[in-house]
């Protein structure tokens, strides 16, 4: 009691009390750095732009030998990936044509639906040695779910009513599990570029 009434009148601190024997020297240096260190990485984290999006999906084979309607259709509207999940956008491509137009599979393979979804005539075929599949709207179905497609098969015609268009058209779409892709990707630069057919003048022939 004398001790502590006497370093109060005084006011001297008592000399710190040494650390044990079994902890190491620099332990307080330690605890001191692991500190800093949480402080930073957490600041860091509050202000952290979003983390990189995943890897993105496999290229889309060209594995499509036709248009899904005529021979090179004016495309009304193409794709536009929307930059979220439930962002607005156009999953798909319009293609003019008119109704009662036959509807093509443009590769081989097996239909996996064919149906009315929303009212509107829906044809989806699951693309042969791919995890793709390509789907056809507003179509009047001519195929069952199971039916195999080969290219240019028939599966529909266009239903003069349903669509999103100002005018008659095929809504085509193109889908890797559950992500939306071109369709147009399916089509070789020879058929996607093709423009009408033209005659040309045979050599040494007076036009």
Same mark, same amino acid.
């Given at each position: ?8 009148? !005084? ?18 240096? $330690?605890?001191? !750095?692991?500190?800093?260190?949480? $402080? ?36 009304? *509207? ?6 979220? &999940?439930?962002? *607005? ?27 009315? &979804? ?16 390509? !789907? ?39 889908? *890797? ?8 990707? $399916? ?6 570029? *093709? ?13």
């Amino acid at each position: 009691m004398r001790r502590h009434d006497r370093t109060a009148r !005084t006011g001297q601190a008592l000399p710190p009390t040494p650390l044990p024997a079994f902890l190491p020297a620099f332990l307080p240096t $330690l605890l001191l !750095t692991l500190l800093l260190t949480l $402080l930073t990485c957490t600041a860091r984290a509050s202000g952290a732009p979003p983390p990189p999006p995943g890897p993105r999906a496999s290229s889309v084979p060209t594995l499509a030998s036709t248009w899904p309607v005529g021979s090179h259709p004016l495309v009304l *509207r193409g794709w536009e990936p929307p930059a979220t &999940v439930y962002a *607005r956008g156009h999953r798909g491509v319009d293609l003019a044509t008119p109704a009662g137009e036959r509807v093509r599979a443009v590769a081989a393979g097996r239909v996996s639906f064919a149906g009315r &979804v929303a009212g509107r005539g829906v044809v989806s075929v699951q693309l042969a040695g791919t995890d793709l599949r390509t !789907t056809y709207e507003p179509v009047t179905a001519t195929v069952r779910k199971g039916d195999e497609v080969e290219p240019g098969s028939a599966v529909g015609t266009v239903e003069i009513t349903g669509s999103h268009c100002p005018t008659t058209c095929v809504h085509w779409g193109l889908l *890797r599990g559950e992500t939306y892709l071109n369709p147009l990707s $399916l089509l070789p630069p020879w058929l996607l570029n *093709r423009g009408p057919s033209r005659l040309l003048p045979v050599l040494g022939t007076p036009l």
